[in-house]
C-alpha cells in the first residue's frame, strides 16, 4: 500500500478507535448506574378477610412491566430507581377492589404484606401491565382470559383443566368422562395448546373417552390462561378452530400443595434458590377412574384405569448481577403413563325404537382388553433481552409417544321389550326376550411417533406505538404404526359377509415440516389497535406451501370509553397430519373366507384444509350492584375449503383421507361474566351454532311409491358431526356473606344433540335422527381450614398453611347422557342404535393442603 493511502487509513482508524472508547466511557458509567438501580421488592397480597388473592396486577407507577401475583397471593418484582430521586410508588390492583398505592423504601429490603379491600370504585388514572405480553395481547379477538383458582375450584368427575373450557361459548365436549373439545363446529384435532410458548400433542389411538388421562395442563402450576375461538394472531400456529395458551408460574419462594380425592390425587412444590437465579416448579398427578367407570350402566366389569405423569420447570436467570432477566433459560419436562385395562363382564341398555316401543339390551362379555399410553414431551428455551426493545428467544422442542390397543373381547346380546304398563306387576321388566347373536372385536395396534423441533422467535418494539414479531421453526416427524384388527357380527349364528372386516397395515412415515410469521401491532392511537401479518408453512410430504394473512381490528368508542368493538379477518390452514392421511379403504380385497380386508394406506397427495374466518365482535364493562360486570359477543362466519371429511366413534376420529368437501360454521357467542356474588366471579356463556358439509360425489337412494329403489340422488349439504345447535354453560361462585372461607360451586353445562349416524353407511351421514341433548349439573361446597396467620417472613418453609376441603354431588340430575351409539344388527339386517350412556351421579370429597 502507497505510504500516502497508508497515512489515510491510520487517521481512520485512530479517529474510529478514539471514538469506540469515548462511547464506552460515556454509556458504561450510565449503563452500571441504571443496572445498579434495580432492586428486587417481593411480598404478599391478602383481601380484608386474610384470604390470599390470585391475578392481582403488580407494577411501579411509570415504569413499564409488572407482574401478578400467584394462588398464594405472592409476588417479586424487580424495581428501578426513579431518575428524580423519588421513591418508586409500588400499585397493587383487582377487579372489584380498591388499588392500593405504597412508596417504597428500597433500601430496607422488607417483606411487603398488602391488603386490598372490595370496593366500588375503579382505578382509573394508573395503568399495570402484566407480565408476558398481556399488554400487546388486551385487545385481540376472541380472546378470554380465564382465573386459574376457578379451575381447581370447578367441581368436575377427575378435576381436568379442560373442563373450565366447556363453560365458555362455542366450546363443546359432551362427555365428562373426556379431555378433548371442539370449538366452533371444528373436531378434536383442530385446537392448538401451548404452555410457556412450546406446543404439546395428545396421544393419537385413544378410542374411547374411558381410556383418556388427563389433559397436559397441570393446573398447580399455571399463572395465566388465555383461550381463543377464532381470528388468532399469525404468531399462533396451524389449526382452524382454537388456541389454548398456558403460562406456568415463576416462584418468588418455597410453597407447595397436595390434593386427595376418590379419584386421586396431586402434589406440587415451587421454590426459588437464595440468590433469586434460579427457580422451578414440579408437579406429579394420579387419575384412577374406577370409582366413576363402575356407574356406567353399558359395561360392568373389572375396571382398572390408572394414569400418573410427572412435570417439571426450571428457570434460570443468567444476566449480570444488576439485570438477572437479561438472559434466561428455561426447561420443560413431563411424562405421563396412561394404562387402561377392563375385563368386561355384564353390561345393558334401555332405549326406544323408532316405533317408540321400550327396548332392553342385555350383553353378557368374555374377553379383555387393554390400552397403554406412554408420552414424553420437553421443551428448552433461551431468551435474550439484546437492548430495551429488542428480545429474542430461541427454543428446541422433542415428544416420543409409544401407543398400543390390544383387545380380544367378544359380546353376547339379546333383545326384549319392556312392559310399560304401570298397572301391570311386571312394569318396567323384560318380556318376550329373544337371542340375537354376538360379536368379537380383535386388535393388536401399536404407534410409535417422534417429533422433533426448532424455533427461534423475536420482538422489536422502537416505540409504544409499534410491536413487530417474526419467528421461524423446523420440525422432523416421524410415525411408525402397525394395524392389525378385525371384528364380525354374528346374527343367530349367520355371519353375512358384510360384516366381517380386517384392517391391516404397516405403515412409516417420515417427514419435516417448516414455519414463519411475522406481525405488527399499531396502536393508531389510544383507542385504536391494528394488528397485521401473514405466517407460512411447508410440509415435504404433500409439498404444498400455505400462505395464511391475518388482521386484527379493535376500538373504543370515545363517548363511552368501557364499549369496544373487534373485526377480524384471516386464511387459516391446517396442513395435515398422520391421523387425516391414513385411508382405511385402500386395498380392499376379499379373501377366500369371505372377510372383508381393508389394508390401510396413506395419501400423501392430501393438501391442507383451509378456513376463512370472519368475526365481528364487542365488549362492554359496566357495574351492577356497585361491582364490575363484562359482556362479550361476537358473530363470526367460516368457510372451509379443502376439506376432510370424518366420522366421530366416541373420541376416535375416522377421516376420510380425501379432500373431497367444503363445509361452513356460522354462529353467535355470548358471555356475561363478573361479581353476581361480591367477592366472587362467576359467568353465563351461550353459543348458537350451525356448520355443514357438502361431500363430493354423496348420495342417497330414492324410492317410489311401491318402495322399491328409483335411483339417487345427491344429499348436497349435511349436518357435520360436530353440529350442535344450542350450548349454554354457567358456572356460579356463592360465599357466606360473613365468611368467605366457606364457599359453593354450580357448574352447568347444557347442550342440544349431535348427529349421530352409524359408520361405514355414507348415505345416512348427518341425516339421522339419533340426536339427545347433553345436561349436567355438578355442585361444589368448600371450606378452608387457616391454621395459621403468621406473616410471611415468619413462617417456616414446608410448614402448613391452610386446608381446603370440598364436597361434589357429580351429575346431580342423573341424566342418562349419551357419548356415542352401537349399531347391532339382528338376522333381518335391522338395525338397531343402542345408545352408550354416561356415568351417573357420584359424590366425590377432595381435599387440598397448602404449604
Known sequence: MPPRYR??????????VWLVLIFLFVTRPAARAQQAARVLVAGTVRDASGLPLELVGVGIEGQAGGTSTDERGRFALNVGRPLSGKPPVLVARRLGYLAVRLPLNLASGQELTLTLVADARALKNVTVRGGNDAADTREQVSITRLDPRAVKELPSAFGDFNKILTTLPGVVANNELTSTYSVRGGNYDENLVYVNGIEVYRPFLITAAQQEGLSF?????????????????????????SVLNIDYKKPAQFAGSATGSLVGGTMHVEAVSPNKRVSYLAGIRYKNATYVLRSLQQQQGGYNPTFYDGQAYVSAALGPKEDLERTSLSLLTSFAHNDFRLTPETGQATFSTATN???????VYDGRERMQYDTYQGGLSLKHNFTRNLQGELLAGAMTSRELEYRDVEASYSFAEINRDPNSPDFNQAVRQRDVGSRFDHSRNTLMARIATLEGRGRWTPGQRHTVRWGLKAGREQIQDQLNEYRYVDSADFVPDYRRTRLLSDLDLASYRYQGYGQHTLALDSLRTLTYGVRASYWTVNGQLTVSPRVQYSFITRRRPDLSFKLATGVYYQPPFYRELRDQNTGTRATPRSVLVQRAGLNPELRAQRSLHFIAGTELRFRQWERPFKFSSEVYYKYLTDVVPYDIDNVRLRYFAKNNATAYAAG???RVSGEFVKGSESWFSLGVLTTRENIDGDSITLYDAQGAASGREAQGYIRRPSDQRLNFGIFFQDQLPNNPTVKGYVNFVFGTGLPFSPPALPEERGTTRLTRSYKRVDLGFSKVLFLGNRPEASRRPGQLESLWVGLEVLNVLAANNVAGYSYVQDVNARTYAVPNYLSQRVVNLRVIARF
Open 7 to 16: 497515512r489515510v487509513v491510520e487517521g481512520l482508524a485512530g479517529r474510529v
Open 217 to 241: 395442563v397441570n393446573p398447580d402450576l399455571v399463572s395465566q390462561i388465555e383461550f381463543s375461538t377464532g381470528g388468532w394472531q399469525p404468531k399462533y400456529g396451524d389449526k382452524l378452530s
Open 357 to 363: 316401543q321400550s327396548t332392553r339390551l342385555f350383553i
Open 668 to 670: 353467535l357467542d355470548a
